[in-house]
C-alpha cells in the first residue's frame, strides 16, 4: 500500500506542476496588463474634451455657428440649416468647440446663444483597454450630438423679425471669451440670407450699391470686424422675393467685407464664390 501511494504522488507532480506554472502564467498575464493600462493612461495626452469644459480658452479649437432666424424657414431651408449643423458638428475634433447662436433683433450686441459644448470624441476613436465603444458613444450622444438637435429645433422656433442686424451680431461674437483672438482655431458659419436691415438705417433690401451704402453708413465705426486667421463659410439662403437684390453682387458685398476684415477664406456653402469682375462692380478699385 505504501508503494502503491508513493506511485500516485510521482504520477501526480508533473500535473500539479503543470497547475501552478499555469495558474503563475495567469498571475503575471494579470499584473503585466495591469501594468499595461497603467503605463497608457499615464503617457495619454492630456484629456481635451475635460480641459475644454473647463475653460473657453482651452479648446482645441471654436466652430461658432450664426443663424439668421429673422425670417421665417422654408421647408428646404429647414432641411439646410439642419444639415449644415450637423456637417460643422461632425468636423469639430475631439476636444473643439461647437457654439450656435441665433441673432437677437431687439439687442443685436447679445446674441441668443443656443448652445456651447465640446466634443467628447466617438467610438471609432476609444482606446479599447481604458474604455468600451459603446460607453464612448454614448457619451458623445448625450453631452454633444443631443444638445445640438436640441439648437436645431430652438432655432427653428424663434419668432421672426423686421430687423436683421447681420453685421452687429458678428461683431459681437468676436468679443466672446471662446472666439477672440486667444483661440487658437476659428471657424465661422453664417446661415442667413445676408440682408442686412435696420429700419432709418443701412439696409440692403433695395438694389444698389453696397458698398458705398455700407461705407456711409455708422456700421464700419460702431461694428468693426477684426476675422484675422478665421475660416468663414456662409449657407446663402435665397428669399424669393428679394430675388432682384439677392445674387453675385450681394454675395461679392459680402466676400469682400469678410475679407477685409481678415478672413483667411469666405466661401459659399454649395455656391460657387463671386468672380472678380463682380466685385469691381461694388466699388473696388
Not at 4 to 18: A, D, E, F, G, Y
Not at 74 to 83: E, M, Y
Amino acid at each position: 500500500m505504501r508503494h502503491i501511494h508513493h506511485s500516485n504522488r510521482l504520477h501526480s507532480s508533473p500535473k500539479r506542476l503543470v497547475t501552478l506554472i499555469g495558474l503563475w502564467g495567469l498571475v503575471i498575464a494579470s499584473i503585466g496588463g495591469f501594468a499595461t493600462v497603467a503605463i497608457l493612461a499615464s503617457n495619454r495626452t492630456a484629456d481635451t474634451f475635460a480641459l475644454c469644459q473647463s475653460s473657453p480658452l482651452k479648446a482645441v479649437s471654436t466652430t461658432l455657428v450664426v443663424v439668421d432666424t429673422t425670417d421665417t424657414f422654408t421647408q428646404d431651408q429647414q432641411l439646410r440649416l439642419r444639415l449644415t449643423i450637423e456637417a460643422e458638428r461632425d468636423r469639430v475634433p475631439e476636444g473643439g468647440r461647437f457654439v450656435v447662436l441665433s441673432l437677437n433683433p431687439e439687442a443685436a450686441w447679445q446674441p441668443v446663444e443656443l448652445v456651447s459644448v465640446c466634443n467628447p470624441g466617438k467610438g471609432e476613436n476609444a482606446n479599447p483597454l481604458l474604455v468600451t465603444r459603446s460607453k464612448v458613444e454614448k457619451r458623445w450622444h448625450a453631452v454633444y450630438g443631443e444638445p445640438i438637435d436640441k439648437a436645431v429645433i430652438n432655432a427653428l422656433d424663434q419668432a421672426p423679425s423686421e430687423r436683421s442686424p447681420i453685421i452687429q451680431t458678428l461683431a459681437a461674437t468676436l468679443t466672446r471669451a471662446d472666439f477672440d483672438t486667444r483661440t487658437a482655431a476659428r471657424r465661422l458659419v453664417i446661415i442667413s440670407d445676408l440682408l442686412e436691415h435696420e429700419k432709418g438705417g443701412y439696409s440692403q433690401l433695395r438694389p444698389g450699391d453696397f458698398w458705398s451704402s455700407y461705407q456711409a453708413s455708422a456700421l464700419p465705426k460702431t461694428a468693426r470686424l477684426h476675422l484675422q486667421g478665421v475660416s468663414v463659410s456662409i449657407d446663402y439662403l435665397q428669399r424669393g422675393k428679394f430675388a432682384a437684390v439677392q445674387g453675385p453682387r450681394h454675395q461679392a458685398f459680402w466676400e469682400r467685407l469678410l475679407k477685409e476684415a481678415g478672413a483667411s477664406e469666405v466661401t459659399f456653402l454649395g455656391m460657387a464664390s463671386p468672380v472678380p469682375s463682380v466685385q469691381a462692380q461694388n466699388g473696388r478699385r
